[in-house]
């Protein structure tokens, strides 16, 4: 069994920082990509930030600049720092990891953001 663990997620206002973590435990092997989604209410998820097993990083357009996508492989965990923080960042963020030709999701944390 595979689990991914996220924390870091709260209230913030507009212009602040968040840090996300999500840490993988279980039998996992062959990570082939970490990533970061979200879902704000009445809102389909969407991708937010993902990197590769080589180390390269993919960012949505609406956080390119302001969020940064980092994994430490030997702790099979996958950071997201969020800065310049905007209100429509609010929405809950979802950690998943591609490993195995299976993919995880993480239960989600919530981050809002006040204006």
């Known amino acids: 069994q595979v689990q991914l663990v996220e924390s870091g997620g709260g209230l913030v206002q507009a212009g602040g920082s968040l840090r996300l973590s999500c840490a993988a435990s279980g039998s996992i092997f062959s990570i082939h990509s970490m990533g970061w989604y979200r879902q704000a209410p009445g809102k389909q998820r969407e991708l937010v930030a993902f990197i590769i097993s080589g180390g390269s990083t993919r960012y949505a357009d609406s956080v390119e600049g302001r969020f940064t996508i980092e994994r430490d492989n030997a702790k099979n965990t996958v950071y997201l720092q969020m800065n310049s923080l905007k209100p429509e960042d609010t929405a809950v963020y979802y950690c998943?990891?591609?490993?195995?030709?299976?993919?995880?999701w993480g239960q989600g944390t919530h981050v809002t953001v006040s204006s």
């Open positions: 998943n990891i591609v490993a195995s030709l299976s993919s995880y």
